[in-house]
């Protein structure tokens, strides 16, 4: 291939120089932007790691599996504020008419949450789904979720939020803590109703020393029995009165 540039050979020894000097410029270059790229991605997910995320969902209520909660949690590591949740459509609820008021003009909803730390959640009864199911009101809702973090830069997250992904399929009831709670309290309160005439009777006993009396009373009855068929003595000997004969005189 050089043979087909003549001028290369006539290069001196400063030219060859120049030449490998502006390579190693170059080869510096490109490795110092690979390592700026390098630099950025790293702060990048430093800081992706370092701040609030904040999400709007609806969960199985802790109450039952026929009630469904709206949550608002930080699953962030740092604080998220001025934390505001827009919904469209408005929120609407079969158990609007049991509540002072609706929902989306509770004060979590219209002035938003000041400040919510690291796995900080907020959860409200939200719909009986059966209810629901019956109705006509919307089963899916677009949320948008602006919150700021630490250094003030605000984000938005956008979420669809579909009740209908809950119909028609089983779930597997799964009792927690609130269940065991609940199961106590009835225990204590059927506990308290209790008397002396009334209530659970119990009767206890010494398993092992029952066992071993009974062990002893077969030993005694054995130990019984096989001196019975040892002692000649026991038995009944001679024929009977009626089988006796007449004396001569």
């Known amino acids: 291939m050089l043979g087909h540039l003549p001028w290369v050979w006539n290069w001196t020894a400063a030219g060859w120089a120049a030449v490998a000097a502006w390579a190693t410029v170059v080869i510096a270059g490109v490795a110092a932007l690979f390592a700026k790229h390098?630099?950025?991605?790293?702060?990048?997910?430093?800081?992706?790691?370092?701040?609030?995320f904040v999400v709007a969902d609806f969960e199985r209520s802790?109450?039952?599996?026929?009630?469904?909660?709206?949550?608002?949690?930080?699953?962030?590591?740092?604080?998220?504020?001025?934390?505001?949740?827009?919904f469209d459509p408005a929120l609407e609820s079969t158990l609007s008419t049991q509540r002072k008021f609706p929902l989306a003009e509770a004060p979590i909803i219209t002035k938003g949450i000041p400040t919510l730390p690291?796995?900080?959640?907020?959860?409200?009864?939200?719909?009986?789904?059966?209810?629901?199911?019956?109705?006509?009101?919307?089963?899916?809702?677009?949320?948008?979720?602006?919150?700021?973090?630490?250094?003030?830069?605000?984000h938005t997250m956008q979420y669809r939020l579909d009740l209908d992904i809950y119909f028609a399929h089983t779930n597997l009831e799964v009792y927690g803590e609130h269940d065991a709670a609940k199961a106590l309290r009835e225990i204590q309160s059927t506990l308290?109703?209790?008397?002396?005439?009334?209530?659970v009777r119990v009767w206890t006993r010494d398993e092992d020393a029952y066992l071993e009396?009974?062990?002893?009373?077969?030993?005694?009855?054995?130990q019984r029995e096989e001196a019975g068929r040892d002692d000649p003595a026991s038995s009944t000997t001679g024929a009977?009165?009626?089988?006796?004969?007449?004396?001569?005189?």
């Open 38 to 52: 390098q630099v950025d991605l790293a702060r990048k997910t430093r800081e992706d790691q370092a701040q609030p």
């Open 213 to 222: 009396e009974e062990r002893r009373e077969f030993e005694e009855w054995q």
């Open 240 to 249: 009977p009165a009626d089988d006796v004969g007449d004396t001569e005189s």
């Open 118 to 154: 690291p796995g900080r959640e907020y959860r409200m009864l939200f719909e009986r789904m059966p209810d629901r199911h019956k109705s006509d009101l919307p089963r899916s809702y677009d949320a948008v979720v602006t919150f700021e973090d630490t250094f003030g830069r605000t």
């Open 192 to 199: 308290k109703s209790w008397s002396e005439r009334s209530g």
């Open 62 to 86: 802790k109450a039952g599996r026929i009630f469904m909660d709206l949550i608002i949690r930080n699953t962030g590591t740092t604080i998220a504020t001025n934390v505001k949740v827009a």
